[in-house]
């Protein structure tokens, strides 16, 4: 992992359960001293408690070593608030119905932001019976690619995955108006909206 839990996170999430050092020590089975050592950045939990200390303090591991609470807002699971994550070791696509923590190859993601298309990026949805075909005149080189091409309605994410040398293309079930998104692995994430 590229982070681990710090004692201003421990200190800010145990103060908002309001707790005290020695109330959390006994919930996690340790002494008072120890809380109080990594509060004070004189030291750090042992990876073995980090599960009691998340369960403690009402979060996920995840959470607790990015050192954020995340709360998903998206309650009416509208999947248009849902947000992409590309991991840059192995290339994983990951997509949320909303704010999450997300980790892949040991690193923390941050989500994708999309941007409008810019000219080098244009998209065609052409309507082929109950589905969009969808095409980008875009390079498909090793060194220049579109990694994937989604397409996000309030009820759902299709996502198709592409690599190298294959054809920046898809189709996609029609369920309303959608959002059509494609990453490019040197520009990011583009936006498009067919109504």
């Known amino acids: 992992m590229d982070k681990y839990v710090t004692g ?3 200190r800010r ?5 309001q707790m005290t050092q020695d109330e959390l020590a006994e919930r996690i089975h340790v002494s008072g001293k120890a809380v109080s050592k990594w509060e004070t950045g004189r030291g750090y939990p042992d990876i073995s408690l980090l599960g009691p200390l998340a369960e403690a303090l009402g979060i996920s591991v995840i959470e607790l ?3 954020e609470d995340v709360r998903n807002r998206n309650r009416a699971a509208d999947m248009r608030r849902g947000q992409f994550y590309l991991c840059p070791v192995c290339g994983n696509v990951i997509c949320s119905a909303g704010e999450a923590v997300v980790s892949c190859c040991g690193i923390t993601l941050p989500p994708l932001e999309a941007e409008e298309p810019d000219p080098e990026h244009s998209l065609r949805a052409e309507r ?3 589905e969009y075909w969808v ?5 498909m080189t090793k060194e220049h690619y579109i990694t994937f091409l989604a397409a996000v309605s309030d009820q759902r994410i299709q996502l198709v995955k592409l690599y190298p040398e294959w054809g920046a293309e898809a189709r996609f079930k029609i369920d309303g108006g959608k959002d059509l998104y494609a990453c490019c692995n040197r520009h990011g994430l583009c936006r498009f909206r067919i109504k």
């Open 13 to 17: 999430l145990r103060e908002r359960k």
């Open 65 to 67: 070593l990015s050192g």
């Open 128 to 130: 082929v019976e109950d």
């Open 135 to 139: 095409t980008l005149d875009h390079p």
């Open 8 to 10: 201003s996170v421990i």
